[in-house]
């Protein structure tokens, strides 16, 4: 079993940078893949990247270039740098884990989900 908490989310100017973090528990955190999602009012929920056990990650085209995930297991804590971003960005993000180390890109391909931070991108 994982639990998860999201938190980092805000209210940042186009362009700007922030950084979510995602804590988990468990002793067996390195042992999952991690993902990072988003939602937007009115739209599915949407990748945005994920990072295995060993620290190789995937991106959405969407973010790449801009987007950055980085875990720490010492910590059981993984995060989602952002930068550059863009009002487009405005979404409620989630974390998701999944065991082994597999990048997964669907929702339904992970099994624990965090309550998700909400990223407001003004123009």
């Known amino acids: 079993q994982v639990q998860l908490v999201e938190s980092g989310g805000g209210l940042v100017q186009a362009g700007g940078s922030l950084r979510l973090s995602c804590a988990a528990s468990g002793r067996t955190f390195s042992s999952y893949a991690m993902g990072w999602f988003r939602q937007a009012p009115g739209k599915e929920r949407e990748f945005v990247g994920a990072i295995t056990w060993g620290h190789i990650t995937y991106y959405a085209d969407s973010v790449k270039g801009r987007f950055t995930i980085s875990r720490d297991n010492a910590k059981n804590t993984v995060y989602l740098q952002m930068s550059s971003l863009k009002p487009e960005d405005t979404a409620v993000y989630y974390c998701?884990?999944?065991?082994?180390?597999?990048?997964?890109?669907?929702?339904?391909?992970?099994?624990?989900w965090g309550q998700g931070t909400q990223v407001t991108v003004s123009s």
């Open positions: 998701a884990a999944r065991s082994g180390s597999y990048l997964a890109t669907l929702p339904n391909e992970y099994g624990y």
